[in-house]
């Protein structure tokens, strides 16, 4: 027996006039949790929205600066929250999780309102968690995903654009790690559905992608820039809802984890622009000729890495703890043929002289 949670949601400069039909039903008192500055962005809007649905704000707060389960804690420790009927959680991907955990603990129900499109934990069951120092800590498997998302347009095209730029990058990662991952398996109807959800993540994102940044750039709400919101937020969910956890990822994320143990590629890059890199290593690796060639001309004219002196290193130096972390990786374990560090490696050198491909 299995469930699966496809996301609902809603979309529009004016989702939050929805609270009054979806929120409703879920009880008349809430706790909202939010990002400092995601409640600069939205808070007004949020409070004045509830008013008009007749919802009244039990408990209210910033939820940290950490998915840890130690802000969770703090959410479970205020006694307001035991008589609220849900929670609301008001932010980015790290917010979303601590309040989707803390909803997890105590068996109510959590609505999300993303305040910048880059990931999709708005709509997803699991909650990506780390220590209070910022390590990873655990990806925590939850009984149900947020109930509803409301994605606010307007307040999504007035947040810094590097965060539709990178979450467009760790979109198109989720179609080409999904196929390469489920290669040669028999599937179930839940993944097969999943992985043909993700095609949109790759070829929607080629094509409303180029002009969805150009409006983000403009703070301008648009065609393209709705439907690159909805593959960064909701394709990529179905896909994770969806398909076994072993297609979620491969080469792109597992070269992420090998990246991001230097300091200096965490601190100064986004997750999915270090993303992207990985998705061009992998398609090179796995002789993708067309999808390495589309994704390169892509990431070159929006500016995401192509080549890894973009996120601060040099091929020529020692990368052996890079890519042993990388080999290492969960999300290495169910691939297609081994990915070992030499390939991994090969496959980084030949993407330096790679130049596009014949166009
Ligand atoms: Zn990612």
């Known amino acids: ?183 040669g398996d028999t599937l179930t109807y839940p993944s097969r559905l999943g992985i043909k959800i993700g095609e949109l993540c790759f070829y929607d994102i080629l094509d409303c992608g180029r002009q969805a940044y150009r409006d983000a750039e403009k703070h301008t709400v648009s065609a393209a820039f709705e439907e690159a919101v909805q593959n960064i937020i909701i394709s990529t969910g179905a896909v994770s809802v969806s398909v076994s956890k072993d297609y979620n990822s491969a080469l792109a994320h597992a070269l992420y984890y090998g990246l991001t143990n230097r300091k200096e590629v965490d601190e100064h890059h986004l997750h999915g622009e270090i993303v992207s890199y990985g998705t061009l290593v992998q398609l090179m690796m796995d002789h993708q000729e067309d999808l390495l060639q589309k994704a390169y001309i892509f990431n070159k004219d929006l500016g995401l890495p192509i080549k890894l002196s973009q996120l601060g290193l040099d091929i020529h130096e020692d990368l052996h703890d890079v890519l042993q972390a990388a080999q290492n990786n969960q999300e290495l374990i169910h691939v297609p043929y081994p990915v070992t560090s030499e390939r991994i490696y090969e496959a980084m050198k030949e993407l330096e002289e790679y130049t596009g491909g014949d166009q």
């Not at 955990?101 to 880059?118: E, F």
Request: proline share 5%.
């Open 1 to 183: 027996m299995y469930s699966i949670y496809l996301p609902r949601y809603t979309i529009g400069i004016d989702a939050y006039r929805n609270f009054h039909t979806i929120l409703r039903q879920a009880g008349t008192s809430c706790a909202v949790y939010y990002g400092k500055k995601a409640w600069d962005a939205a808070g007004q809007k949020i409070l004045s929205a509830l008013s008009n649905a007749g919802i009244a704000v039990a408990a209210q707060g910033v939820y940290g600066h950490e998915a840890s389960i130690e802000n969770a804690e703090r959410i479970l420790q205020d006694p307001k929250i035991n008589d609220v009927s849900f929670l609301l959680a008001v932010g980015g991907g790290k917010c979303t999780d601590t309040v989707k955990y803390a909803g997890w603990k105590l068996h109510k129900p959590v609505y999300s309102c993303p305040t910048i499109a880059s990931n999709c934990a708005p709509v997803t069951k699991i909650a990506i968690m780390y220590h209070p120092d910022g390590s990873f800590r655990e990806i925590a498997q939850l009984a149900e995903p947020p109930v509803h998302c409301f994605i606010d347009t307007e307040i999504l095209a007035k947040a810094p654009l590097k965060y539709v730029w990178a979450g467009m990058g760790d979109t198109m990662a989720k179609h080409v790690e999904s196929i390469f991952s489920a290669r």
